[in-house]
């Protein structure tokens, strides 16, 4: 069985520019964090020539399909019917980016195939991670 799912997304990249470059990024979803969704953008597509990672709730990226979602670091809304825009806020600057909404929902319905919402609880395995704290400590 399948514990994560890893999906390309084509991004389109909001700058001063008056076209959008577009870059690839990964979305990745893994049961054993059930409640996290993981967007990676390859070295080549950042300011800094690093591989950068985003890690977010599952359920912002959700509600961020029908409206604006987040306060934080990263947030998420419509725009129109057929993009979504992801902001990622960080002390460095601010990213934006345009996804294809169908591309998430995709996405968002084979997570929920693998850990159906609501039961994300589930999945967690408290002793484990426990375990993994005390032999860090």
Do not use: K
């Not at 049961?31 to 390859?42: K, L, T, W």
């Not at 985003?54 to 993009?83: C, H, I, K, N, S």
């Amino acid at each position: 069985m399948f514990t994560v799912i890893e999906q390309a997304v084509e991004a389109r990249l909001v700058a001063a520019a008056p076209r959008m470059p577009t870059i690839p990024a990964t979305l990745r979803y893994d049961m054993r964090d059930p409640f996290a969704v993981h967007m990676s953008f390859p070295a080549s597509a950042t300011l800094e020539d690093v591989d950068v990672s985003w890690t977010f709730a599952r359920e912002l990226l959700a509600v961020g399909l029908g409206e604006a979602a987040g306060q934080g670091d990263v947030r998420v809304r419509p725009y129109g019917f057929e993009r979504t825009v992801l902001e990622f806020h960080a002390c460095e600057g601010t990213a934006i980016v345009h996804i294809r909404t169908g591309e998430l929902r995709r996405f968002l319905t084979s997570t929920a195939m693998l850990v159906p919402v609501g039961d994300e609880h589930l999945y967690l395995d408290l002793d484990a991670d426990l375990a993994e704290l005390m032999r860090e400590a």
